[in-house]
């Protein structure tokens, strides 16, 4: 895992610092969980104009900074389908 600093605005830390306290963990752990979450939301987005064929699975890639072969792999992982023929 990459550590990474940032500068968080002030209603963003104020949630931030909420959640660790009510949840008793670090503000690391919550910022990730936050970011993990996030990214979560953007893939399904992106999946869900793939298989509508608005984008092909390479600029679905490309939108998420990785190959078409971490991609292919990304959706087994989750068990969804890598290919967007009708079924």
């Given at each position: 895992?990459?550590?990474?600093d940032i500068k968080l605005e002030q209603?963003?830390?104020q949630f931030v610092e909420h959640k660790?306290?009510?949840?008793?963990v670090s503000p690391e752990q919550t910022i990730s969980e936050l970011v993990s979450?996030?990214?979560e939301a953007l893939l399904r987005q992106l999946y869900d104009r793939y298989r509508r064929g608005e984008?092909?699975?390479?600029?679905?890639?490309?939108?998420l900074g990785i190959t078409s072969w971490?991609?292919?792999?990304?959706?087994?992982?989750?068990?969804?389908?890598?290919?967007?023929?009708?079924?």
């Open positions: 895992m990459e550590s990474v209603p963003i830390r660790s306290r009510e949840r008793q979450l996030g990214f984008i092909s699975f390479g600029r679905l890639a490309q939108e971490e991609l292919s792999h990304l959706l087994e992982e989750r068990e969804w389908v890598v290919h967007n023929l009708p079924s």
